[in-house]
Each structure stands twice: as structure tokens, then as C-alpha cells.
């Protein structure tokens, strides 16, 4: 029997739909280099497409209608690379001008894509709410999405934060209020969303964005660590972390150096110090729950005005798989449309 089946906390819901999902446990590996061509292999290949099978399954008209929206894509030239990144575009099918919600796709930084089923359904459940979700496609630092290149940090940093100036660039044609444009994102979208935050910061931009709403951030690069038990208690439900894994395939020099640009659970009250309105959400039952909760009181001890929800009885960002528990996901997304239009 797998964790998921037989942890007592979690909502029936997620261990019928989840009980039988179990990722292997995996040790230490040696370099970058190493990472990549395990995970591009053909067995990590096969897996990966398990994986996304159960990601379709979850995009459905049923818990994420179409009608009354209209989808887009978009290509735009990130800098300083010059790579080219895509934007999946997703609004009310009016010409009216509405906030809008720029989204970052977990997958640890190193995989996965915002046009896979579950991102498609989130991205129609939350737009919706009557807002734009702009879903960012960045180079993954391991396995290649819908854009072919990949690299370590900064790459995929260096890519969230062009497609959110790119955004405001087109913000008349795209019919979107510039000043009600939040970024958020699950997991490792929840880093980025507070890498993107940091670094706008540290060039004086926050003004670009209303505020920050990160997921279940996978921010600390090392676990288990005795500050946040929850990266021993929780490991093995849907995620294995005991490992070098995180921090190798996003660039274990900059996990040396404490770099909060890399990894936020490194940041300082000042380094967040001024930041924008700021939502954080974990899940009861998750490896990552103490780290989001931990950058939360850091936010409060800045003077930053945030709020933190711990959604009980679930999985690491369960929010965003539609078909699971649908009422929470509505929920999710009502909060994170009222977030980016209030």
C-alpha cells in the first residue's frame, strides 16, 4: 500500500484518485550532467508520459468549461538569451479590460508545461473568475517543455521575468489593467513567483506587479531540514525529496551560495523587505508545507502585508488538479482571481 493510501489525514477524495500513485525513492546524484541524461533517458521518458496521461485526465468541460473564453498563444524573445519563450493566453471572451494573472508551472523548476490537461483546466477554471491568466513557458532546467531549450538558473528566472514585462508591453492590445497584474504559480512556480518578486526588487520594478500568490513553494533546496519537520514527516506522499536531486538539476552552485534569487528559503527580511501584497498556500500533508509557512513569517517580520492558508486533508498542490477535489480548486482559483481584481 502506498503512503497516500493508508495516511488516515488525507480527503478520500485524493486517496482514490491518488492512492495508487507512488514515485520511487532515488538517492544522491553526482553532476548536472548526470541529472540530465538520466531524466531525458528513455525510461525517465516512459514515466514522464505517465505522468502526463494522468495531467490529461484531469482537463475535462465538465470542471473546466471553455465557454465564455477565448485562448491564445504567444511567442516573445526572452532576454539577455534572445531564446524565444511562448505564453498560453487565457481570458473572458470580451473586449473588456480585466486584471489579470501571470502564471508560472511547477515541476521544480526542471520540468513539466503549462499546456499540459491539469494547466489547461487550471488556466480555464481560474480565468473563468472573470480575469486574463497569461501561463508562462520558460526553459526547464532539466527536460525540455513546449520550448525546446533547457538550463540551469537563471535560465528559466531570467524567462518568467521577460514574459512578465513582455505582458505589460502588450497590455493594450491584450486588453489587460497593468495595475492589477499579479504572478503566481505552484511549487516550483511558487519559487519562481517569489524569485520573480525578488528580482524585480533587486532592479526596482515591483511596481509591475499588485502582488505575489505562490503555492506550495518549493523554495528551501534541501531536505529534510530539522527547522521545517514536515520534510520528514510528509515525505513519500506524491513526493520523494531526501536527495541532492532539487538542487543539482537548478544549479548546485547557487544552492552553495544561498542564493534567494535560486532558492527564496534563503531570503532575508531585507531581501523581501517592500515587497508587494503577498498570498502563500500549503497543504497539510506535503514535504514542502513548513517551508512555505516559514516564508510567510519572514514576510511578516519584513512589514509585508501576507496571509498564509494551510488547505487541510491534501497533497502537494492537489489545488491545481481539477478533477480531484473540484470544490477546492474553485476555491483556489476564486481566491486568486479576488487576489489579482481587489
Not at 503512503?3 to 525513492?25: H, Q, V
Not at 514574459?163 to 519559487?191: C, F, M, P, Y
Amino acid at each position: 500500500m502506498t503512503k497516500i493510501a493508508t495516511d488516515p489525514r488525507l480527503d478520500p477524495r485524493i486517496k482514490m484518485m491518488l492512492g495508487a500513485f507512488e514515485l520511487p525513492a532515488q538517492g544522491d546524484i553526482a553532476s548536472y550532467e548526470d541529472l540530465v541524461a538520466e531524466m531525458n533517458s528513455d525510461a525517465a521518458r516512459a514515466m514522464a508520459a505517465q505522468v502526463e496521461a494522468i495531467f490529461e485526465g484531469f482537463d475535462n468541460e465538465d470542471v473546466a468549461p471553455s465557454k465564455g473564453l477565448r485562448v491564445s498563444e504567444e511567442s516573445l524573445v526572452s532576454q539577455p538569451d534572445g531564446n524565444t519563450i511562448l505564453l498560453r493566453f487565457v481570458r473572458p471572451d470580451t473586449d473588456a479590460v480585466v486584471p489579470c494573472v501571470y502564471y508560472i508551472h511547477g515541476g521544480g523548476m526542471s520540468t513539466l508545461s503549462c499546456f499540459m490537461g491539469s494547466y489547461r483546466a487550471w488556466a480555464r477554471i481560474i480565468a473563468a473568475r472573470g480575469v486574463a491568466v497569461a501561463m508562462v513557458e520558460f526553459r526547464n532546467s532539466v527536460v525540455p517543455s513546449r520550448v525546446p531549450q533547457t538550463g540551469p538558473f537563471p535560465a528559466g528566472l531570467n524567462d518568467c521575468v521577460s514574459g512578465l514585462k513582455w505582458l505589460h508591453s502588450q497590455a493594450q492590445r491584450l486588453k489587460i489593467d497593468t495595475k492589477r497584474v499579479i504572478v503566481a504559480g505552484e511549487s516550483g512556480g511558487g519559487n519562481l513567483t517569489l524569485a520573480t518578486g525578488l528580482s524585480l526588487k533587486k532592479s526596482g520594478e515591483l511596481g509591475l506587479v499588485k502582488g505575489l500568490y505562490a503555492l506550495c513553494p518549493y523554495i528551501a533546496g534541501k531536505w529534510p531540514l530539522p527547522q521545517n519537520p514536515s520534510s520528514t514527516e510528509n515525505e513519500g506522499l506524491l513526493l520523494n525529496l531526501h536527495n541532492n536531486r532539487g538542487a543539482m538539476s537548478y544549479g548546485i552552485e547557487e544552492f552553495k551560495k544561498k542564493n534567494p534569487l535560486a532558492w527564496p528559503g534563503f531570503a532575508s527580511v531585507d531581501d523581501v523587505k517592500g515587497f508587494p501584497p503577498t498570498v502563500i498556500t500549503v497543504n497539510e500533508c506535503d514535504p514542502l508545507r513548513d517551508e512555505g509557512i516559514g516564508f510567510y513569517r519572514l514576510l511578516l517580520s519584513a512589514g509585508v502585508a501576507a496571509r498564509c492558508l494551510q488547505l487541510m486533508g491534501t497533497t502537494h498542490a492537489v489545488e491545481t488538479m481539477a478533477a480531484i477535489c473540484p470544490d477546492i480548486t474553485r476555491a483556489a482559483a476564486a481566491d486568486i482571481a479576488n487576489f489579482a481584481t481587489n
